[in-house]
């Protein structure tokens, strides 16, 4: 079954504790991205990856880290979480040319930040 | 940069049509797509249009007119399941022309269906 999965889905830390949610995908898609989602604020682009070793930062990349050091897996790194990155984080991929615009997603991963 | 402006929230009967509307001011525009998401779920793609025009598939529609930096989705038949929040997403190119299109997303319209 095509999807992406991230874990974990669910996390309560604290400030200041480095934490890593993992993404990946079985689809082959060159292109990866994180977004973050707060009420009333839609989906927000944290950072992208239009292929291995590329990566770029989206509009909200201030705290996260990222790599893509194999196609498949994009994790997001939060070096020193704040209680302002508190949030539901999506993982999602997609072809990088042609086809119909379809990107897809992963379950989402609820983060709070003590 | 890129803005895109639909309402919050849209009330409905069941049984009945609702249309979401999309404006959108963007450089290197390629496309609109609509994404469904349900309360603790992840969006799921609904359609993309490139062309003005309608396009149809089951009681979803979605229509583009470029000229006028427009869309909307047409929802037919509304069933409870509806119930969710609706994005629109402009698809568009760096205009430097290199590298790969960009997804940007509105924040999203709440559709509540009502018996």
């Known amino acids: 079954e095509a999807q992406v999965t991230q874990n974990p889905r669910y996390l309560i830390t604290v400030t200041g504790k480095k934490l890593t949610v993992t993404c990946s995908q079985n689809m082959n898609h060159e292109y990866m991205s994180w977004y973050r989602q707060d009420p009333g604020l839609g989906l927000r682009q944290i950072y992208y990856?239009?292929?291995?070793?590329?990566?770029d930062k989206g509009d909200v990349p201030e705290g996260y880290k990222v790599s893509r050091k194999e196609k498949r897996n994009f994790p997001l790194i939060l070096e020193s979480p704040s209680p302002n990155q508190t949030s539901l984080y999506f993982c999602?991929?997609?072809?990088?040319?042609?086809?119909?615009?379809?990107?897809?997603f992963g379950p989402g991963t609820r983060l709070t930040v003590l | 940069g890129q803005s895109l402006e639909q309402p919050s929230e849209v009330t409905a009967v069941e049984g009945a049509i609702v249309q979401i509307n999309c404006t959108y001011q963007?450089?290197?525009?390629?496309?609109l797509s609509w994404y469904q998401q349900h309360d603790g779920g992840a969006p799921t793609f609904l359609s993309y249009n490139a062309l003005d025009g309608l396009e149809e598939t089951g009681r979803f529609s979605s229509f583009l007119s470029r000229s006028d930096s427009y869309g909307y989705l047409l929802l037919q038949e509304l069933q409870m399941k509806d119930s969710a929040s609706y994005f629109c997403a402009v698809r568009s190119y760096p205009s430097s022309g290199a590298g790969s299109y960009q997804l940007t997303f509105g924040k999203g319209t709440k559709l509540s269906v009502i018996p």
């Open positions: 963007t450089s290197g525009f390629y496309g």
């Open positions: 999602a991929s997609r072809k990088t040319s042609g086809g119909r615009n379809e990107q897809f």
């Open positions: 990856s239009m292929n291995v070793e590329v990566t």
